[in-house]
């Protein structure tokens, strides 16, 4: 079955920088990889995602990219802000579960000001 | 509009308690899922929904049972509560299914099992 793995687990950045987390996944037939964050005491919420039949895909300041030949997507965040911080999870439609999402365990994203 | 709604927030159970998580959704999605959330583990169904009276198995359904006796409801039952059950759940629910759908997720119920 599908397996999604995440990195790093927890990631701290000074605002302003940078940010990005890398998923791979081992099932080549899944075909759509979306993007969670969660705030503490909440549920996680869709922030961005992207089809196989696509390569990048940006909503201001966040993107994500996508290599299906190397099986590995990655969240962009430019311009860290404090309310970045936050849990973030990648997730891969596997063919197992009648499609349902496969998680990545999460990254802890600490944007320091 | 209230999105989805998990009762209770917080419990704590003895081992061998039952006990019943209620999930409604005010959306008229047809998909329904329940998740839980273990550190470093990220979030892994549990059992899930594809319309009012149907269940299906996920990923760790074991030691959970569930219904969806009506569409905007989904309950999640733990028989007979172990410690290993100790975790925060989640429910969602989708307009379609599988990753097309996003999800809308509540806020999350942390049970913790002595």
């Known amino acids: 079955g599908e397996n999604v793995e995440q990195h790093p687990s927890t990631l701290s950045v000074q605002e302003g920088d940078s940010a990005v987390i890398k998923c791979t996944y081992s099932d080549s037939a899944s075909n759509y990889f979306p993007w969670y964050k969660q705030e503490l005491g909440k549920g996680p919420q869709l922030i961005i995602d992207?089809?196989?039949?696509?390569g990048e895909k940006k909503d201001q300041r966040i993107a994500v990219t996508l290599n299906k030949t190397a099986k590995h997507f990655s969240l962009h965040i430019t311009e860290t802000q404090p309310e970045d911080s936050a849990v973030y999870f990648c997730a891969a439609r596997g063919m197992e579960y009648g499609n349902k999402l496969v998680f990545g365990a999460g990254t802890i994203l600490r944007v320091k000001s | 509009n209230a999105g989805v709604t998990q009762t209770p927030k917080f419990r704590v159970l003895k081992t061998g308690q039952s006990m019943t998580l209620l999930c409604a959704q005010d959306?008229?999605?047809?998909?329904m899922y329940w998740y839980r959330q273990d550190p470093g583990m990220g979030l892994r169904l549990i059992h899930y929904?594809?319309?009012?009276?149907?269940?299906a198995k996920g990923e760790v359904p074991d030691g959970y049972n569930v219904s969806r006796l009506k569409k905007q409801n989904f309950l999640l039952g733990l028989e007979s509560a172990a410690p290993s059950q100790t975790s925060v759940y989640f429910c969602a629910s989708s307009q379609t299914g599988g990753g097309v759908g996003v999800l809308t997720f509540g806020a999350g119920s942390r049970l913790t099992v002595l």
């Open positions: 992207i089809r196989s039949n696509v």
């Open positions: 929904s594809v319309g009012e009276g149907t269940t």
């Open positions: 959306m008229n999605h047809e998909y």
